[in-house]
């Protein structure tokens, strides 16, 4: 399987990295940012690309992709919704039209979020933009597109957020990680989780095209128990 991701230098994304790189069904690893991921591997290459409304010199690097995994966003907080939207929407948008166009048989999974506005109609400014962002990427030709809705996200092996009220915030409430996982494991996932429960619906498909936390765990579960005992 080979894989593309945007978005791999940010929390997310690096835990998607890291477990496409472990996983011995990815055959290669296409990285595309403005920055470096900083990591070197057999599996891995980068394009550092600064136009990500325009892809026409790269686009027969993406061509031969099993998988794209998006996890390049933004936060809303001070935001003007025009600016989210045009950073959100559009951003993602260019590139999973220019991915439909190139191979529509591409598996197109997009990091969205829990409490995502399907019905592009709600009071919260960044709900309603990436349920409007889920709703036109379903709207594409891909043989399959899957919307991921996380909430309570714990970094793992060493991965922190980009942005620095986040890594206050799981500095102050990582120790409550056990307990909230204890309480409420249909609420919390972990970077690996994600990039495990990603890699298992490229391969695999998945029972629905919108998962939430706990069915993105459920996804995870039916990956590691299709792994062969070690």
């Known amino acids: 399987m080979n894989v593309v991701i945007f978005g791999a230098t940010g929390m997310v994304g690096a835990g998607v990295l890291l477990e496409c790189l472990e996983d011995t069904r990815v055959t290669s690893v296409l990285v595309v940012g403005r920055s470096s991921c900083g990591l070197s591997h057999p599996k891995l290459q980068e394009i550092l690309h600064t136009d990500?409304?325009?892809?026409?010199?790269?686009?027969?690097?993406?061509?031969?992709?099993?998988?794209?995994?998006f996890c390049l966003g933004v936060s809303s907080a001070g935001m003007k919704e025009d600016r989210y939207r045009r950073l959100t929407y559009d951003l993602t948008l260019s590139v999973a039209r220019t991915l439909a166009a190139l191979n529509p048989a591409m598996t197109f999974v997009y990091v969205s979020g829990a409490g995502t506005d399907s019905t592009e109609r709600g009071r919260v400014m960044w709900a309603r933009v990436k349920g409007a962002t889920e709703n036109a990427l379903l709207q594409l030709p891909f043989t399959r597109a899957v919307m991921f809705r996380p909430a309570y996200i714990q970094p793992m092996h060493g991965i922190a957020s980009k942005t620095p009220?986040?890594?206050a915030l799981y500095a102050v409430s990582s120790w409550l990680y056990p307990l909230l996982s204890a309480l409420a494991p249909h609420l919390v996932t972990t970077t690996?989780?994600?990039?495990?429960?990603?890699?298992?619906?490229a391969k695999h498909g998945a029972p629905a095209s919108i998962l939430e936390t706990r069915d993105i765990n459920d996804r995870l579960r039916s990956a590691r128990a299709r792994a062969p005992a070690s």
Do not use: H, N, S
């Open 52 to 69: 990500f409304f325009d892809y026409t010199t790269i686009q027969p690097r993406l061509a031969d992709r099993d998988a794209c995994f």
């Open 165 to 167: 009220l986040y890594r």
């Open 192 to 201: 690996e989780g994600i990039g495990q429960a990603m890699l298992a619906v």
